[in-house]
Nanobody, 123 residues
Framework: QVQLVESGGGLVQPGGSLRLSCAAS????????MGWHRQAPGKQRELVAV???????NYADSVKGRFTISRDNAKNTVYLQMNSLKPEDTAVYYC?????????????????WGKGTLVTVSS
């Protein structure tokens, strides 16, 4: 099982930058993808960015060119660099890991979530 702990959230002015970190611990057979989702008050949770096991990335249209997802495999950590922040980016940001576990010859999918870190963009 994997535990995820997010950090780096806080209050920032529009146009500012922030870097979120997600530290993973525990065990998993393989990771298919790691990503960041966010949920603003009264809105549905949405995918922000994802990095796949092969290194390819995907971003929500609203953050393309401003956010960058990366990972440090040695530290078991995934990052989200957020630049040119807008008030619309205000949300709780959640780290997510999707992978596969194995018990004997039985493989099954797993989906883990962190508890979230709050990002507030306001002047």
């Amino acid at each position: 099982q994997v535990q995820l702990v997010e950090s780096g959230g806080g209050l920032v002015q529009p146009g500012g930058s922030l870097r979120l970190s997600c530290a993973a611990s525990g065990s998993i057979f393989s990771i298919n993808a790691m990503g960041w989702h966010r949920q603003a008050p009264g809105k549905q949770r949405e995918l922000v960015a994802v990095i796949h096991s092969g290194g390819s990335t995907n971003y929500a249209d609203s953050v393309k060119g401003r956010f960058t997802i990366s990972r440090d495999n040695a530290k078991n950590t995934v990052y989200l660099q957020m630049n040119s922040l807008k008030p619309e980016d205000t949300a709780v940001y959640y780290c997510n890991v999707v992978g596969t576990n194995k018990e004997g010859q039985y493989y099954y999918g797993v989906d883990y979530w962190g508890k979230g870190t709050l990002v507030t963009v306001s002047s």
